[in-house]
């Protein structure tokens, strides 16, 4: 039973264009979502995140929005630069799950390819 | 230098064998996690510990065993390596505190090829 999907395995998006990365949820007790970035023989590092009490995060040209009542969010990326080409992985935490844990659960990711 | 530092990078190792991946962080957390990734799918937990004296079970924790030696040194160990045990290795750490960004820090990861 996967609690974070990313449906989309791989996206391609032309130089200077909008990425948009999609990600849901099942456990309504999630109440943190990351985005993080991985290139190949790297481990993930943290791009963005956003708290279940927002509804929008930019920083740069990222920005993530959350919709609670669709269990959704998504990553977009404006412009779009090839050095953004790489896999992103969406990632949710429960707080409050293991007495402060912050476990992370993580979708699949989903592979950017950015096209000059 | 790296904050989060994985030895080794990359192993081959046979069925039955034992063996150990390391991590090291020189970020002062306590918080300290091992996760694997396998082609298509997402980071799936190992182990993780709040401290020294603190060791958990993740989702996928048969056949795997853990040592947290000191506050900066977590130890991943296949006591008798099997081949659906080939995957990608990550460690991570994240401090005590909840900071808005409830971030954890990856090392670089270390491949494991069991034949």
């Known amino acids: 039973d996967q609690q974070v999907k990313q449906n989309s395995p791989s996206l391609s998006v032309q130089e200077g264009r909008i990425s948009i990365l999609n990600c849901d949820y099942t456990n309504s007790m999630f109440d943190y979502f990351l985005w993080y970035k991985k290139y190949p023989a790297e481990g993930p590092t943290f791009l963005i995140s956003?708290?279940?009490?927002?509804d929008k995060n930019e920083d740069g040209r990222f920005t993530v929005f959350l919709n609670k009542s669709a269990k959704h969010l998504s990553l977009h990326i404006v412009p779009s630069q090839p050095g953004d080409s790489a896999v992103y992985f969406c990632?949710?935490?429960?707080?409050?799950?293991?007495?402060?844990?912050?476990?992370?659960?993580f979708g699949k990711g989903t592979k950017l390819s950015v096209i000059p | 230098d790296a904050d989060v530092t994985q030895t080794p990078r990359n192993r081959i190792t046979k069925t039955g064998k034992r063996i150990m991946l390391e991590c090291s962080q020189t970020k002062g957390h306590d918080r300290m996690y091992w996760y694997r990734q396998d082609p298509g799918l997402g980071l799936r937990l190992i182990y993780y510990s709040f401290d020294v004296k603190d060791i958990n079970k993740g989702e996928i924790s048969d056949g795997y065993s853990v040592s947290r030696q000191a506050q900066a040194k977590f130890s991943l160990s296949l006591e008798s390596a099997i081949p659906n045990q080939t995957a990608l290795y990550f460690c991570a750490t994240r401090s005590r505190d909840r900071g808005d960004d409830n971030e954890q820090f990856f090392g670089p990861g270390t491949r494991l090829t069991v034949l």
């Open positions: 956003i708290s279940s009490i927002k």
């Open positions: 990632a949710a935490s429960d707080s409050y799950s293991g007495a402060g844990s912050y476990q992370l659960t």
